[in-house]
């Protein structure tokens, strides 16, 4: 296990070195900084010069990805361009709200999708359990922003555009009763942007210490985990049928075994070790491809900051992000790697 542990750290650290390696390439012809975040009217060619030498962008490539590299190892990705502020500093300002919307929505989709894919292979042929699936097809197949532009439509601007006709009603010979009622006083309206209250806890700003703040949760939840739920959903059915058709199964079965104890400690352990996988890959992408969910709903997060400093050419922070996400990747696929031994003792890694 030691062996493997460091065999998988060196590779990780390879990994790492080439994706700051490309990123460092590409940006090199992906515009230029000075002109993209400095007035134009300000930047005559003598000033033009003095900032790239202060930047350091006058020095050869390889010199600046060397400088950078030794910055990187001690945790100082350098100064933003456009802000002007540590890159840290503004990743790990943005990062909270980010972590939490990626892991909500992940615990989200990964409970009901398995509970959904459960249900519909153990009962294949009721109506539950084809609606199930035909549900988790359109979740797989609607694009993101599609999904969130209708939860907004439906739970933010429906409600304002029903209350709207009532002074029309009032106005009218109508009976009091009537100008009171409303067709959908039972429908939720949920905010359509921002993040709501936050509360500081030490470093981290949070947004599920207030009422506010989940009520700004719940559509980001729904838009970033509809895919995942119906992915969880028909990789928990297809697994279940497969298992409930083994022998260990069947034998349970024979020997009298109740319902839950085969379905959860037989059939269940097994199809767990394929969702570990999509596990540990969903959240590594829910937290570094949420940019159109944080878009969309004007998230405060790492996502949105990424999208305006593409725009920027703000090139310290992008590749920041990048090789912290590739990190964060690396770290989730070497947890699932430990994570199968708890699920299955047959399985070693030399």
């Not at 010069?49 to 962008?57: D, F, K, S, T, V």
């Not at 981290?204 to 739920?229: C, D, E, K, N, V």
């Not at 590594?284 to 050419?313: C, M, R």
Request: hydrophobic share 55%; charged share 10%.
């Amino acid at each position: 296990m030691l062996a493997y542990l460091t065999r998988r750290l060196a590779q990780s650290c390879v990994v790492l070195l080439l994706v700051s390696f490309v990123c460092f390439v590409i940006f090199q012809y992906l515009g230029d900084p000075i002109k993209a975040n400095f007035n134009p009217q300000d930047l005559n060619a003598e000033r033009a010069a003095e900032l790239r030498q202060r930047l350091g962008l006058d020095q050869p490539f390889y010199v600046q990805y060397v400088r950078w590299l030794g910055r990187a190892f001690r945790g100082d990705f350098g100064l933003s361009y456009r802000q002007h502020l540590p890159v840290m500093g503004l990743i790990a300002e943005r990062a909270p709200a980010t972590l939490e919307l990626a892991t909500l929505s992940l615990v989200l989709s990964t409970a009901l999708g398995i509970l959904l894919g459960l249900w519909s292979a153990l009962r294949p042929r009721s109506l539950s359990a084809k609606g199930t699936m035909v549900v988790s097809l359109l979740g797989i197949s609607m694009p993101t922003f599609v999904v969130g532009l209708l939860l907004i439509l439906a739970f933010s601007i429906l409600p304002d555009s029903l209350h709207a006709w009532q002074p029309l009603v009032a106005q009218a010979a109508w009976p009091a009763w009537l100008q009171n009622w409303h067709p959908l006083s039972w429908w939720p309206k949920w905010p359509s942007f921002g993040r709501g209250q936050t509360v500081m806890i030490g470093g981290w700003r949070s947004g599920l210490l207030s009422a506010s703040g989940w009520q700004h949760l719940i559509m980001p939840i729904i838009t970033l985990g509809i895919f995942q739920i119906g992915v969880m959903a028909r990789l928990t059915r297809s697994g279940m049928f497969e298992a409930l058709a083994q022998d260990y199964v069947r034998t349970a079965w024979a020997k009298g075994s109740g319902a839950t104890v085969v379905v959860v400690k037989h059939a269940l352990r097994n199809v767990l070790i394929p969702i570990v996988t999509i596990l540990g890959m969903s959240y590594g992408e829910l937290i570094a491809f949420s940019i159109v969910t944080e878009t969309i709903f004007q998230w405060p997060g790492v996502g949105k900051l990424l999208l305006n400093s593409v725009f920027k050419a703000d090139q310290p922070v992008v590749i920041a992000y990048i090789v912290l996400t590739s990190l964060v990747i690396l770290a989730l696929n070497l947890a699932v790697d430990l994570i199968y031994l708890a699920l299955n003792p047959k399985i070693r890694y030399g």
